[in-house]
């Protein structure tokens, strides 16, 4: 009985950080844009979330203000840094991650600093119905990302990924897309990081760590680029090969800085052997 | 009078600090073309190998020389194990900061489980001293110095040696540097090698002056990439400078907010920077996207 309310806690968990790895890949992905934030929209998400449900807030729409909250952050953190070069971006983000988790951990009077939030209200007791309902979402998620993709936005997201002078040649305002595809997939990170402060019932300052990040980094290109259902494969596969660590006694303190380990090495490996990933149909930029 | 003088004199220390890790970090940029986030990762794995050297025996500086060298070599060991393996399938600058990111994460998780997670101090006899009533310690003095000594040394390498003129021919041009006969691989093991010896003695330094944890190199490499970012990151001078900036501008902003919003400060600085002016105060000018 233990094993499966253990299998359903990992499944609950693979569902929340799938529908992170779906979102990263719509500004990874599908616009080409070096995006090493999400951990931070996630944790935005997080904390909103958390903190409107714990002051009275309906939980729905706490998540639902967390999400908008998250996608307003990424339209301001795009902002400066879109217009530049993508390493820009790529700093931008890793460095607004990183002030995040500096801001949760000192502003004790919101957040009560590395002692974090405890007692979020639950969207359901029951770790089973909540498994239905974090699939629910995967799905509408998965689907509305799919049809993004599709529509004549998702298109010129894709040729600003290809090339993004020539979608300015074609009268395309590429920047008001990449900022808008940045905020979308903000929303979506901070829908994630609502259910996931809801589902744990507690949040603190480790969820814009590092762990994270390597994560949907890793299931993201192992899925491959571009491909929705490769992000779903590959957020899959990583939350599975680890798990045979708990079960071989290996120590619980070095399970976390293990997983990192691995998913680091099989990041580098796909990075050097197979950039492409499984389903993957674009290159990083 | 005086916390203003001993502010600008700590500014002074954090800056030098920031600028043992940007110097390396704009260098690797400019020649190699990616932002090489591992590289504070070298810093820390650095000083965790001197801690564990000086605990070991009684003679700890013994070893100050000779962990530049094995950082020089870790450097070199991560080029040519993962970096060229990726420029050899023809990857682009954001596959490498890409990997790069997984080399950070990959080395701190490896620094936890190996000296685990808890603060490490390494004892060395650090005397304080205090000059007209400002306080500063013997090491804080050296790593001044070290730093200064590196704007000098690296403009020196650069603008006056042949392996510097080989490095400006790569950064400016691989094909036609390559066509010219220099070897552009061989180039850039020397670029990480000098790196991260760099960054390898400044790791020593720090690791004195301040506790070991693991997160100390990604919190380092966050300060030296917004120190070159003021300053300029396509200019190794510029990014030295701007390290100098960031660290007395964050310590004179305790005046007005409590020490802990310090990484916000920079963080402020570096959005700036990127909003209105991305090339640094300077740095070459830069095309847009």
């Known amino acids: 009985m233990a094993f499966i309310n253990y299998v359903i806690h990992i499944l609950n968990l693979t569902g929340i950080f799938g529908i992170l790895t779906i979102s990263l890949n719509l500004s990874v992905g599908f616009t080409g844009l070096l995006n090493l934030g999400h951990v931070g929209f996630f944790g935005i998400g997080a904390y909103t979330t958390a903190l409107l ?19 307003i952050s990424g339209i301001i953190l795009g902002l400066p840094t879109l217009r530049l070069k993508s390493d820009y971006l790529a700093l931008a983000t890793l460095g607004f991650s990183f002030i995040l988790s500096s801001l949760a951990k000192n502003w004790i009077g919101l957040t009560r600093g590395a002692l974090g939030l405890p007692g979020i209200p639950r969207l359901i007791h029951d770790n089973t119905l909540f498994l239905w309902i974090v699939f629910g979402i995967l799905i509408v998620v998965y689907l509305l990302v799919f049809l993004i993709t599709r529509s004549r936005f998702g298109k010129v997201c894709e040729a600003i990924r290809d090339d993004e002078l020539a ?40 969820i814009f760590g590092l762990g994270d990040l390597i994560l949907i980094f890793s299931a993201l290109i192992i899925g491959g680029l571009a491909s929705v ?57 | 009078m005086s916390l203003l003088l001993q502010l600008l004199l700590n500014g002074l220390i954090a800056g030098s600090i920031y600028s043992l890790v940007s110097s390396g970090f704009s260098l690797i940029y400019q020649v190699n073309k990616f932002m090489n986030f591992a590289h504070g990762s070298v810093l820390a794995l650095s000083a965790y190998l001197f801690y564990s050297l000086s605990s070991m025996t009684e003679f ?33 600058s954001g596959v490498l900061l890409i990997a790069s990111i997984a080399l950070m994460i990959l080395l701190n998780a490896l620094i936890q489980s190996i000296w685990g997670a808890a603060v490490r101090i390494i004892q060395v006899k650090n005397p304080i001293f205090e000059i007209l009533s400002l306080r500063i310690t013997l090491v804080q003095i050296c790593i001044i110095v070290f730093s200064i000594s590196i704007f ?8 006056k040696t042949k392996l510097g003129k080989a490095m400006r021919a790569v950064s400016d041009n691989k094909e ?30 720090i690791g004195i002056e301040q ?79």
């Open chain 1, 53 to 71: 449900a714990l002051n009275g807030v309906p939980l729905i729409l706490s998540l639902l203000i967390g999400s908008v909250v998250s996608f």
């Open chain 1, 167 to 206: 979608a300015k040649i074609l009268g395309k305002n590429t920047f008001l897309h990449k900022i808008l595809i940045l905020g979308i997939s903000a929303f979506f990170a901070g829908l994630a990081g609502g259910l996931f402060a809801s589902y744990l019932s507690f949040v603190d300052p480790s």
């Open chain 1, 229 to 285: 259902k490769g992000s779903f494969l590959g957020i899959i596969i990583l939350m599975t090969i680890p798990e045979p660590l708990r079960f071989i006694g290996f120590p619980i303190y070095l399970i976390g800085p293990a997983r990192e380990i691995i998913f680091g090495i099989i990041l580098l490996l796909i990075l050097i052997h197979k950039p492409r990933g499984i389903f993957g149909r674009a290159d990083i930029s």
């Open chain 2, 60 to 92: 700890a500086l013994f070893f100050l020389p000779i962990i530049p060298i094995i950082s020089g070599f870790i450097g070199l060991g991560l080029n040519r194990s993962i970096y060229r393996s990726l420029r050899k399938g023809k990857s682009t």
């Open chain 2, 152 to 159: 000098f040394i690296l403009y020196f390498l650069m603008k």
């Open chain 2, 176 to 205: 036609v540097a390559q066509t010219i006969g220099i070897n552009s691989e061989k180039i850039y093991d020397y670029i990480f090698f000098i790196c991260s010896a760099i960054v390898g003695a400044g790791g020593v330094l």
């Open chain 2, 211 to 289: 506790n070991l944890s693991p997160q100390m190199g990604i919190a380092l490499v966050i300060k030296g990439f917004t120190g070159a970012v003021i300053g300029g990151l396509s200019s190794i001078q510029g990014a030295i400078a701007g390290s100098f900036i960031l660290g007395i501008l964050e310590n004179l902003g305790i005046l007005w907010l409590p020490s802990g919003y310090k990484d916000a400060i920079s963080f402020i600085i570096l959005f700036l920077f990127l909003l209105i002016k991305p090339s640094g105060l300077f740095g070459k000018k830069m095309r847009e996207a």
